[in-house]
């Protein structure tokens, strides 16, 4: 059972930065000044396909190690990476 919570948490945290910092983001600046690149948002997401895999693998096997090292740091590092995604999702989208 403790497992199955680790995977859960693991994905969807990994998930979400990646997403919010590779996909998310850069649809909105793109959307938002659509005039001034010459490509579509088509050839920008292949090319935003490979850091956003890269970034989400690498969270995914460092929750994997902590959590295999010390659970308490694993929740600690699982806190702290909410908190980098709550903070870019303010800064992003309010100020």
């Known amino acids: 059972m ?3 919570k680790f995977t ?4 969807i945290l990994s998930f979400i930065i990646s997403f919010m ?14 005039d001034d ?3 579509n948002i088509y050839d920008f997401l292949k090319i935003a396909a490979l850091p956003f895999s890269i970034l989400f693998l690498s ?3 460092l929750n994997i190690i902590i ?8 929740l600690n590092f699982n806190i702290i990476v909410y908190v980098i995604f709550f903070v870019s999702y303010i800064e992003g989208n309010f100020l």
Not at 8 to 11: H, R
Not at 21 to 34: A, D, G, M, R, V
């Open 2 to 4: 403790d497992n199955i």
């Open 8 to 11: 859960k948490t693991s994905y």
């Open 21 to 34: 910092f590779f996909i998310y983001e850069p649809i909105i600046l793109y959307t938002s000044n659509i």
């Open 37 to 39: 690149f010459r490509f």
């Open 59 to 61: 969270l995914l096997i």
């Open 67 to 74: 959590y295999k090292i010390n659970k308490k740091a694993y």
